[in-house]
């Protein structure tokens, strides 16, 4: 009998890519907080999920590999498709759309995120050790 970590850890693993791409992006838009016609960017954390759990319980598409050098597709949001414009509250002279403090605060909200996640991925690996050691 064979274990599957992508079933055993599930979209956990996502999750926590997934944060960690997003506080990038944030940590991008604090360092530009003066650049003019900066634009802020986030990631949709929910339509990631949704999109990812799709595929997991197969209503995605899969990809036929017709040569063993081929690249696996990824998904999860790795390019400029999935990152979205933040809407200003207050407008800026310089049209800089971040917001220092609404960014600030988004970065601590992910942090505590990323760490609940790595908390939870780390509590199933200790499961499937576990489950191997017959305990």
Same mark, same amino acid.
């Given at each position: 009998?064979?274990?599957? @970590? ?7 693993? &996502?999750?926590? *890519? ?10 991008? *838009?604090?360092? *530009? $907080? ?5 634009? $802020? ?17 197969? +209503? +995605? @598409?899969?990809?036929?590999?017709? !040569? #063993?050098?081929?690249?696996?597709? =990824?998904?999860?949001? *790795? ?15 310089? &049209?800089?759309?971040?917001?220092? =403090?609404?960014?600030?605060? !988004?970065?601590?909200? !992910?942090?505590?995120?990323?760490? $609940? ?5 780390? #509590? ?5 050790? #576990?489950?191997?050691? +017959?305990?």
């Amino acid at each position: 009998m064979s274990i599957s @970590f992508d079933k055993a850890l599930g979209i956990h693993e &996502q999750a926590l *890519n997934f944060r960690a791409q997003r506080a990038e992006v944030l940590a991008n *838009n604090i360092a *530009n $907080a003066d650049t003019p016609n900066y634009k $802020a960017r986030d990631l949709d954390f929910s339509k990631v999920l949704a999109e990812q759990s799709e595929k997991t319980k197969g +209503g +995605g @598409f899969a990809l036929n590999m017709t !040569n #063993s050098r081929h690249i696996e597709a =990824q998904g999860l949001g *790795n390019g400029d498709e999935s990152l979205l414009y933040r809407t200003p509250m207050q407008p800026s002279i310089d &049209q800089n759309t971040v917001d220092a =403090q609404l960014e600030q605060s !988004n970065y601590a909200q !992910n942090s505590v995120n990323f760490q $609940a996640s790595f908390t939870l991925l780390n #509590s199933k690996f200790k499961g499937l050790i #576990s489950a191997l050691r +017959g305990e």
